[in-house]
């Protein structure tokens, strides 16, 4: 099933109707009439496998299909190896939080981070605790700073509720959610790239974080940071 939606992906030999495409070799690319390709490609005993069709004219190749897409395949199995699940990850803090448990609760953050996790940093308010919500403030501050060679400050902190949240993602960013402009760009361009590796590979079977921040002046006074 997964095959047959990626063999719909392209179109091949008479399923090419345009009047002109452009035919891309190691040698360079050379537009010339559909039908001229086609009868080269027949000439070579292969295919004519269109692999951009949004471009103008569309861009085609002339190779083995079925190497071609052996060598989709193989690229979007390693795309897929490399992609990391990223998660939101929560670190609750009180306004008075104690040194060790601040500490605790760093070093885990530091693993959420490192395995391309985001974290959610909160100071929890309960009660008339609300009046130190600039500790907890600065408290924040303090994590982000500290975090500052692993993570980028994606939301200061912000009072929502009896909450003040701290957004931080990696700086080794995971999967970015792309606009389909890009995904068809890439996709174009993996084509290419498959179509170029079938050549010669055949198948086979087997710091300023403070400065940014609001009152970030005055946190730093707090922290006694010069």
Known sequence: ???????????????IRVREVRVVSDDGAEVMPTRKALELAQKEGVDLV??????????CRIIDYSKFLYQ?????????????????????????????????????????????????????FRGRSILFKEQGEVLLLRFAN???????VEQLP???GKKMFLYLA?????????????????????GMKAAAETVSEEPTTDGGL???????????KKLNID
């Open 1 to 15: 099933m997964k095959n047959d939606r990626m063999k719909m992906k392209y179109r091949v030999n008479e399923q």
């Open 50 to 59: 269109e692999i951009s069709p949004n471009a103008q004219p569309p861009v």
């Open 72 to 124: 989709q395949k193989k690229h979007q199995k390693e795309m897929k190896q490399k992609q990391v699940k990223q998660e939101v990850k929560e670190i609750r803090f009180g306004p008075q939080t104690d040194e060790h448990d601040y500490k605790f609760k760093l070093k885990h953050a530091q693993e959420f981070l490192n395995a391309g996790n985001k974290v959610r940093a909160y100071v929890f």
């Open 146 to 152: 500290d975090l500052e060679e692993l993570a980028k």
């Open 158 to 160: 912000k009072l929502e």
């Open 170 to 190: 990696p700086k080794k960013a995971g999967v970015v959610k792309k606009s389909q402009q890009k995904r068809d760009r890439e996709e174009a361009e993996a």
């Open 210 to 220: 403070f400065a940014n921040a609001k009152n970030g002046a005055d946190a730093l």
